[in-house]
């Protein structure tokens, strides 16, 4: 059965400030590793989705690296805004479900 | 064009009562899932369809959960006899293609949720 473990569980950060999420799995077996994004009382939206293939996705500021072999994923937020406070989760597809970590809760203050 | 929508936002029952949980995918994916969340949890994979079939529903708790999905469009999850322990947040998403071999599977987008509360 595949786990998603994500670290910290909460950060909080001063505006500008480059940082780090963590996430591990323990199934390397995966189609693709994905990152969301959720708003208080919103639901999810996709931010970066590396398939089993590749090693690492940009998006803007974003930049998610996966490392199926040690079974990790990073995303990195470059030069981080108030507006990037939220939870962030990843996800791990296998067979035809996303399985989720616990989430890092994320504020950036001004 | 629209989003992956859900309804009720909000839905608050007694404990017992049947309660029926209503999703609209993006129009043309095929794909559809339904997740549950609980407070301070990642959501936690229920069923996904294929068209019209359920392709995999291990992820249901018990059988007092069922969903349908009779057109292979809009999806209802069901819940009989509902608990407290049933009060989440239920997530629908779906994407234009099913799962498929590493390296060729298509981002999911989700609905804003319906939020259950059983007292």
């Known amino acids: 059965k595949q786990e998603v473990t994500q670290i910290p569980a909460a950060l909080s950060v001063p505006e500008g400030e480059n940082l780090v999420l963590n996430c591990s799995f323990t199934d390397s077996a995966i189609y693709n590793l994905q990152w969301f994004r959720q708003d208080p009382g919103k639901g999810l939206t996709s931010l970066l989705l590396i398939q089993s293939s590749q090693r690492e996705q940009t998006s803007g500021r974003l930049n998610a690296s996966l490392d199926k072999s040690s079974g990790r994923s990073t995303l990195y937020i470059a030069a981080s805004q108030p507006g990037d406070s939220a939870t962030y989760l990843c996800a791990a597809t296998s067979g035809s479900r996303l399985t989720f970590g616990e989430g890092t809760q994320l504020t950036v203050n001004p | 064009g629209a989003g992956v929508s859900q309804t009720p936002s909000n839905k608050v029952t007694e404990k017992g009562k049947y309660v029926e949980l209503r999703c609209d995918p993006i129009?043309?994916?095929?794909?559809l899932y339904w997740y549950r969340q609980s407070l301070g949890q990642g959501p936690e994979f229920l069923i996904y369809f294929q068209g019209t079939g359920a392709a995999d529903d291990s992820g249901l708790p018990n059988d007092r959960f069922f969903a349908v999905r009779p057109e292979g469009s809009v999806s209802t999850l069901k819940i009989q006899r509902t608990e407290r322990g049933d009060s989440a947040v239920y997530l629908c998403?779906?994407?234009?293609?099913?799962?498929?071999?590493?390296?060729?599977?298509?981002?999911?987008?989700f609905g804003p949720g319906t939020r259950l509360t059983v007292l």
């Open positions: 998403a779906s994407s234009s293609q099913p799962p498929r071999l590493a390296g060729m599977t298509d981002t999911q987008y």
């Open positions: 129009s043309g994916h095929t794909a």
